[in-house]
């Protein structure tokens, strides 16, 4: 059977040995706690007569018996997806989510692919309602945000069942996406013994080869190795740019977390900080300032997977990184200077008085957070000497206490005269807007999200009150980029 007659979308054109199949069985009681109307219009799902009801007939699943009443009946056929990279607890994939057409259920209990001799807390296979909900906002906060924003959910369903910390368990019905990941191996995955799963080696090999057909499932055509690579890298490396400068990290950036096309997905880590600061959100994860690093991590290994089963190329994973490092560096400056006001002639983005004007206010406000810490900022909090609202008093020319300032005052103007059309309405707009607290992020924070949602699921009516919630954050996040 081909991988489009059981997987539609992103990931169909990945060979069958990328996927483990098994039986989960339908959970009684479940409901549609929240559903996505934008996404459902867009995948034309409008013609639905009950559209709760088909969700739940389609996705409320589990594989875990104590979630299910009725074996023999209701069972439905997934998918688990197999992939390596970074950070994925020795797993084989996918541990807890579950592919069926067009979308996979995260949460839907153990696939074949957790690793029997693994750590307990990556084999359970369940999610959270918390946990779910915070996947479902932060996946439309990214795709408001971000250029080529996020995986995004259809539904969240809540199974009606607790965990053993007494905690809701739900399922969030999310789109299927093709990562970087589905090419690189799992090394240390130890599947069970009574699977018939091909070799991690041999699976990499077949998805490899398939990288030509998958691109071009992503992206329409396959213009050669190296372009379709570039293009990849070039996506990563904006939409990095963005999230860098409105102070979004995504925690763990791996290629099994950001897509091929470069969505961000899994968000368990991410959250908005206070100040440019090289803060970590998760334990053993990289600060903010060097997420990058794992993406060359990432490039690394998957040319380094690439050259060895590949029968093509042999292809240097250095010149991949150094292309990414200058794509980062550029999208850096074109973000920056556009949203700061001091550039909106694309042609300026590569001029030197640019590139030392950008280098200058980055250095700025990043001094003193640049080493590693532990603990999420709120708005103007931590261990950075200045506020972003210091740098545009300093354009406004109302404040300089020392040398740095007075250079980016001096380059800032410098960069306005070689400009003939430079826009200093513009400029001032956003000097206003920013002095007026509307880059405050704090309604993105970690804490307060979680907090939210643990309040919004004591209140009764909660279906209700979890749609105002989501719909109250994209409203300000609309605001956030529309004035950007």
């Known amino acids: 059977m081909k991988n489009q007659d059981v997987i539609n979308g992103a990931t169909s054109s990945l060979p069958a040995t990328s996927f483990a199949r098994f039986t989960a069985y339908r959970v009684k009681n479940a409901e549609v706690v929240w559903k996505n109307k934008q996404l459902i219009k867009e995948y034309g799902f409008v013609d639905k007569p009950d559209i709760d009801s088909w969700l739940l007939n389609e996705f409320a699943y589990s594989s875990l018996d104590t979630f299910y009443t009725d074996k023999a009946s209701d069972q439905s056929i997934f998918f688990a997806e197999r992939y390596g990279g970074q950070l994925i607890a020795s797993n084989g994939g996918g541990g807890r989510a579950g592919l069926k057409g067009q979308f996979q259920c995260k949460g839907i209990g153990p696939t074949p692919l957790i690793n029997q001799m693994g750590i307990a807390q990556y084999s359970i296979g369940v999610a959270t309602l918390k946990e779910m909900l915070n996947e479902a906002l932060w996946g439309e906060v990214c795709h408001t945000l971000l250029p080529y924003g996020a995986v995004r959910c259809l539904a969240i369903i809540d199974l009606n069942h607790t965990n053993e910390n007494n905690e809701k368990c739900a399922i969030a019905v999310r789109e299927n996406e093709l990562r970087l990941a589905h090419f690189e191996l799992s090394p240390y995955f130890i599947p069970d013994n009574t699977s018939d799963f ?7 090999k077949l998805s490899i080869e398939a990288f030509p057909e998958c691109f071009k499932s992503a992206f329409g055509s396959y213009p050669g190795f190296r372009s379709s690579m570039e293009l990849i890298l070039d996506r990563y490396a904006k939409q990095l740019a963005y999230a860098r400068f409105f102070r979004i990290c995504h925690g763990s950036l791996t290629s099994s977390n ?22 970590i959100t998760s334990m053993g994860n990289i600060g903010f300032l060097k997420e990058e690093d794992n993406i060359f991590e990432s490039i690394i290994n998957f040319i380094d997977g690439y050259n060895w089963y590949s029968i093509y190329e042999n292809e240097n994973s250095t010149d991949y990184c150094v292309f990414f490092s200058r794509s980062l560096n550029k999208h850096l400056r074109q973000v920056f200077l556009t949203s700061i006001g001091l550039i909106k002639n694309k042609h300026f983005y590569e001029e030197k008085k640019s590139i030392e004007t950008f280098e200058l206010i980055y250095r700025y406000l990043t001094m003193g957070g640049n080493r590693e810490v532990y603990g999420v900022t709120y708005h103007n909090k931590g261990s950075c000497y200045h506020k972003i609202e210091s740098l545009f008093n300093i354009l406004k020319n ?55 949602i643990d309040l919004i699921l004591t209140l009764n009516d909660k279906n209700f009150h979890v749609n105002c919630y989501i719909s109250e954050i994209l409203s300000k996040t609309k605001q956030l980029r529309d004035f950007l």
């Open 398 to 452: 109302k404040s300089r206490k020392n040398g740095i300032e007075d250079r980016i005052f001096r380059l800032a103007s410098e960069l306005k005269i070689s400009d003939s059309n430079f826009d200093e309405i513009n400029l001032e707009k956003r000097c206003s807007l920013f002095l007026t607290g509307r880059f405050n992020l704090d309604f993105l924070h970690y804490d307060k999200i979680r907090e939210d």
């Open 198 to 204: 091909v070799s991690e080696t041999h699976r990499a």
């Open 258 to 279: 950001i897509g091929l096309t470069g969505k961000y997905l899994d968000f368990g880590t991410i959250s908005s900080l206070g100040t440019y600061e090289n803060i």
